[in-house]
């Protein structure tokens, strides 16, 4: 009997260790099953070929003698389109040169091509070019949507959110993909996540006649659970804007970083970076590559990824595009902290807000010019909002000023958006948090 009641005992004392271990054990988001079908089944959706066929249609109407604005401008419009399916750069400065010999040619008299140049400035992350052409529109005369919505645009890239947030207001009554997705992104900027979720969520509701909007909005409400923490919410999305789009490249480095992050899985998520990168020519797979093999302790990879990254998003013909990514690598894995303030203040010639402020001021901290760091965090990123990654760096430069209470602050919540951060920035956090 008491042999009996021993065994008993000792099973259900298993047992309970069982439950408990399962209950804390971390399954896995991303469905191999689900990314190795993608992966070897992978057509070219029907969407590439239709934008090549629009291409073709478009140049084919123009004639090379007289240039017009119809025609160009939508051949114009479907080159955008292939960079932003693509990522061929090219593209854009095609169509930016294209707009812009129609706007010499129509003496800057019309609204359609300074509202086209202005949105290939924002593209190009040419934040003051992307605003004079817009004043010049202004000028000329645009509806009043029109004024709302590319103002909104322009004016919150470029630091002066008191403005955009008015210009997002007006556009309420409109109730449209515009204003929601723009709402969404006065939400995030000012704190409110589950409004700028809910807000993304709406955008997509109101994009069912175009497949590629509402794809765009799931992509970046899938952007922003990962911002809160909520990844299988996610990578249901990003598995959601894949089954649509084969081809939507910025989903399926979601789902990588998905893997990477909460999954452990490095090699899917080197799988999945790799695949995007033979596809996709813009240097972002780059830098997941590079995060992947942070993730592994891999020093040799980490910095052979994070030199080809830089190598490629330092090309000329992408301007400033890249200029935070830059500014990571060259403070970090790269240590050429001379680099970064170079181009920050390249960038601040371009955009003075409090996030290029604090990218500046690190790269002014780590160049060994501490005084100058902190002047400049006290005169321009003290108390305004900051993202994860800025949030990082203000800690660690709080930490190395000997402010360690101030340290301590910007890591709690550098750490409510870890996975906002590359792995060897959160495995840093998780030991500063517990020290």
Known sequence: ???????????????????????????????????????????????ISATEKDIQFWKGRIDPQ??????ESRYASSLVARFQQLGNIHDLKAADSIMQRVNTVYNAKETGPQLALCHYSLLQHSFL?????????????????????NSFDVDFE?????????????????????????RSKMDHLNGRMDSAINSMLSAAKNASSSAHLQNVALANAADLYIHAGRLQEAYDLYKLCVRGNAADYHSIIGMGWIALVHDNNDSLAQQLFSFVQTKYLLPDPLF????????????????????????????SLY?????????????????????????????????STPQTNAWYAWSLFCNQQPAEAY???????????????????????????????NARAFFKEAYKNKYDLSPAMTADLEKLIKD
């Open 1 to 47: 009997m008491f042999c009996k009641t021993n065994q008993l005992k000792n099973h259900f004392i298993g047992l309970l260790v069982f439950i408990v271990c399962s209950s804390c054990h971390q399954s896995a988001i991303v469905e191999k099953s689900f990314t190795d079908s993608l992966l070897a089944h992978y057509t070219s959706p029907a969407a």
């Open 319 to 351: 301007g400033n595009m890249y200029n935070k990514y830059l500014i990571e690598l060259y403070t970090g894995v790269l240590s050429q902290p001379s680099k970064a303030v170079t181009i920050c203040k390249r960038e601040l010639e371009n955009r």
């Open 375 to 405: 002047a400049l965090y006290q005169q321009s990123v003290s108390g305004k909002p900051l993202e994860g990654l800025e949030l990082y760096w203000m800690g660690k430069m709080m930490q190395g000023l000997g402010k360690g209470y």
């Open 66 to 71: 007289n240039t017009g604005l119809s025609n």
């Open 158 to 182: 470029l630091g002066r959110y008191s403005n955009a947030g008015l210009y997002v207001q007006q556009m309420k009554p409109y109730a449209d993909y515009g204003y929601f997705f723009r």
């Open 129 to 149: 070019q992307a605003d004079a052409f817009l004043e010049t529109a202004r000028k000329l005369g645009l509806k009043r949507y029109e004024l709302l919505s």
């Open 288 to 315: 997941k590559l590079y995060q992947a093999a942070q993730h592994r302790k891999d020093s040799i990879e980490t910095a052979r990824y994070a030199t080809a990254f830089a190598q490629q998003a330092s090309d």
